[in-house]
């Protein structure tokens, strides 16, 4: 049952801690079938954007994500026992996808890394179900429910709140196009979300809750690599501030369940390689994202031209590529820009494999040009959240999804907005750079002017948490991989939640001074 709204800004703490509400008695059935409509009506509002496209939005690596649970769904139960994702699969698009970051899985049999098949079961599921729209309506409602734990449950809020707060994600935020979309970026949000709820709401969680938000946040983090870091780098901020007193001091169990999520996130990863391991003899190659910043930036290009051949790396033998863009040294197979992409298999996972002590050398080669570096990348990956995944360019279709969509989903693919051109990520750009500087401004606003009872319990440190996040978000893949506005975009949308909650406070509280 919710909170009453006499005073729903009013923390609950005692010391460090958030001190449990008061037992209450549990709400009625009309009070659960509201809620229930208010919780389907907002998974409703984040299938907006797919539903106005005509189809889940599709990248390149969506197939990727399929054939890869397909194949191992296959050899458990036979491939002839399960429901194939291409009756007569073609050849992949190969190096023609290379444009967008999808490269055919496997090139000279080498299969790569960083494709989770956790995520790809569950869109391979939706697919053997009936249709790709099943994996949307689940994203949709891991989501919903998320925010429902937090607005209603833990703030306080009213359902009607929370649809608000729905409606002004879904139209002036990204996501409900992240929603929208068969890849694991929108988990990186949810990563960050459940961190801070577990780290800033433990006490006030019952015990199903505890479990439904920690098995969220180890599917978020099974879904991607770059999810693992995430929440490894949150628990390493939480965990520090916890030893050293200082802000969002965490409850040990909150700290320990979360490490229990990385390393399971950890587990996950091993166990998948493992299985690569024994079905193919070695284990699937990781892209060199770093090396190809490196080179993409500059040291790493003038390293190798002061040091090949005798460095010995693999790279030495495309020197004369360099520099080149980081897309390229790893995806493109025109033979005077790429690198990666152009390399036999052993070249591919010699390359791979020596990636660390190539980063090593260029630190030693030039510290100076690679820090300014990167932090230039940094604040640029920061800045970088324009929404970019809602339209196909001229020939992708044919490019990027030609004989890797079933039938059935290519024609569909055609008929969506996003290949018509008739998409609306421009506006939706506009609006999220509007209502990320809107709520940026109301936060520090709002933090200078406003005692502690106005705000929701517990919001302070929470807001900590998911700022935190989505900072480390911008740092893991600016000096990883490279900036892309999708890598920041998948989690910009936090900020506007944060932003809804003052502004839910203060409509709140001038009801309640009327």
Known sequence: MQQPHAAPGTPLRTGSAVSPPAAAAPPDRPARAFSSLALL???????????????????????????????????????????????????????AASAAGAPAENDRNVSLAGRSVYYGALLYGAHAAGSLWLAVAAQALCVAGMLYLLIVRLWGFGRRHLLAAGAILTLLTPLATFTGLLMPDLFAGLTVLCSGVLFSYWNRLRRWERIGVAALLLFSIAAHTSHLALAASMLIFVLGCRLLRLGPRAPWPALVLMGACVLGGVA???????????????????????????????????????????????????????????????????????????????????????????????????????ARGMGADVLEQLASFRVDVGHLGPGDLQNLFAGRLPADVLADLSRSRAARGDHFDDWLTGATYAVVA????????????????????????????????????????????????????????????????VLLQLATSRKADR
């Open 268 to 370: 996950a990863e091993w166990g998948f390689n493992q299985a690569m391991k024994l079905a193919s003899g070695a284990p699937p190659v990781r892209l060199p994202h770093t090396m190809a910043h490196l080179v993409w930036m500059g040291p790493g290009t003038a390293y190798l031209r002061q040091n090949c051949p005798q460095a010995g790396y693999v790279a030495c033998d495309y020197v004369a590529n360099l520099p080149t863009h980081w897309d390229d040294f790893l995806f493109s197979d025109e033979p005077s820009k790429g690198a990666f992409w152009l390399a036999d298999a052993q070249g591919k996972r010699r390359m791979a494999e020596e990636q660390t002590a190539f980063v090593l050398d260029v630190l030693r080669f030039d510290p100076v040009g690679v």
């Open 438 to 501: 809107g709520s940026l401004v109301l936060l520090a606003w709002r933090r200078r002017r406003s005692p502690a009872p106005s705000r929701p319990p517990g919001f302070s440190a929470f807001a900590l948490v998911v700022v935190m996040g989505v900072l480390a978000n911008a740092v893991i893949c600016a000096v990883f991989a490279a900036p892309l506005d999708r890598f920041q975009s998948r989690v910009i949308w936090l900020v506007p939640l944060l932003g809804a909650a």
């Open 41 to 95: 009506a907002t998974a409703a509002l984040l299938c907006l954007a797919a539903i106005l496209n005509g189809q889940p939005f599709l990248y390149p690596d969506t197939t990727v994500y399929v054939n890869r649970a397909e194949t191992g769904i296959g050899k458990v139960l036979g491939a002839d026992r399960i429901k194939p994702w291409m009756v007569q699969p073609s050849a992949a698009a190969g190096p």
